[in-house]
């Protein structure tokens, strides 16, 4: 299998083409890339929160 970097682009260029198997490759390895590195929107969410706290208090 072939390693496809997931970009947001390469998933909506999947769903475009509407290929079954590729689609399921996208999944399993979006799937993989949450189980290693996990929910990475969230935590830079967090992170935002976090940073915002610390500035207002240097303030």
Avoid: C, F, N
Wanted: hydrophobic share 45%.
């Amino acid at each position: 299998m072939a390693i496809i970097v997931l970009y947001g682009q390469t998933i909506t260029d999947g769903i475009a083409k509407g290929d079954l198997a590729e689609l399921q490759r996208l999944e399993a390895q979006a799937e993989a890339h949450l189980k290693e590195y996990g929910d990475i929107p969230t935590l830079l969410a967090l992170l935002k929160v976090e940073i915002a706290k610390l500035e207002g208090r240097a303030k």
